[in-house]
Structure formats: C-alpha cells, structure tokens
C-alpha cells in the first residue's frame, strides 16, 4: 500500500542566522510542530532532510551551533533523518531509494528555504514522479536581491516560488488544510 511522507527540510538553528536576512512566514516552525503531531499520532513516515554543508562560513556546517534540529520539530529516534550537501535533498542522499523501499509516493513538504531546499526538491520529487504537496505556511523565504538590485521581499519570493510549484510541480495547501484530512 503506497503512503504519503512528512517530508521536513532543513529545519535547523542555523536559519535563525542574521546572515539571512528577514524572512516570512514567523510561524512555520508550530505549524511543521503541528503537521509532524498529525503524522505521528497516524503512525505516519516522516523523514527529516538536514544541511550539512560543505561551505566553510556557512552556519549549516555540521560541527557548527547551527546545524541542529531546531527542538520544535527535531527527529524521533525511529524517524528517518537524511543529510544532504546540495540544495536538492535527492542529490547523492539515498532519499529516493528511501522512498522506493518504503513504497512512498507522495510527499508533504515543509521546512526552509521556500525558494532555495523546498522548491528544488520538490520540482525533483514532480519530476521523479512522487505526488507534491507545499504547506505554504510551514515553508518560509528570505528577500532575494536580483542582478538588477531591486529588492524583493520575502513575502514577494515566497509568493512567487509557490505560484511557480503550484503552477507545474505540486500542490499548494496550509497547515489548516493538512490537518482538516485534505488529500495529497
């Protein structure tokens, strides 16, 4: 019987970094607290993805305060954690193999960032195949500086990267909806 994952993408310390900027979506942590709640009283598969990057300044460099599970949402001992050194959490991680064994079709996604983790693994999951689901409001975005200089806000990029997912790669539903019994 095919299932659906809790798919949660590098929800670490280090986003709280000053580096990036000011992001949206304040709440996204509670509303992954309450989406990883749901699975878990449905005996559900969650699989955490964790950065571990390879970038000798970045706060998501294992060995740094910033690589940990922010407590919120920080993995059960039984629930699958995967690291990843890309921004795509099926590059050279064994995540799609994961899923295959485990007959995982669909994927709820939430975590950081809206347009960098969260819309590259998703576009990959579409393009593997795997049902889509974006949790708008458990996903969030810093503001993006474009090669003209205009600023745009974190509200406009998050904005922007969910219309383009929802657009040809997944569905967009809330946390409300998730937990409401919407279908994937």
């Known amino acids: 019987m095919a299932t659906t994952a809790l798919l949660i993408i590098d929800m670490q ?12 979506n304040p709440d996204a942590e509670a509303n992954t607290s309450k989406l990883l709640g749901y699975w878990r009283t449905c005996g559900l598969p969650v699989v955490h993805i964790r950065h571990d990057s390879v970038e000798p300044g970045s706060p998501y460099r294992p060995g740094q305060p910033g690589h940990a599970f922010k407590d919120l949402v920080a993995p059960f001992e039984y629930e699958k954690v995967i ?3 890309t921004n795509n ?3 050279h991680t064994g995540l799609n193999d994961y899923l295959v064994d ?8 939430c975590g ?10 998703a576009r990959m999951a579409a393009s593997l195949g795997y049902r889509v689901l974006v949790v708008s409001d458990a996903t969030a975005a810093t503001g ?7 600023v745009w806000t974190a509200d406009d990029v998050h904005a ?4 383009h997912l ?10 409300a909806d998730i937990l409401a019994g919407f279908e994937v």
Do not use: C, E, P
């Open 160 to 163: 922007l990267t969910v219309a």
């Open 89 to 91: 959490a099926f590059i």
């Open 144 to 150: 993006v500086k474009d090669g003209r200089g205009k």
């Open 13 to 24: 310390q280090a986003i709280d970094d000053a580096k990036w900027g000011a992001r949206n």
């Open 102 to 109: 485990n007959d995982i079709n669909a994927l709820v996604m």
């Open 166 to 175: 929802a657009a040809d790669y997944a569905t967009i539903a809330t946390t």
């Open 83 to 85: 690291g990843k050194a």
């Open 112 to 121: 950081v960032l809206t347009q960098h983790s969260v819309d590259t693994t």
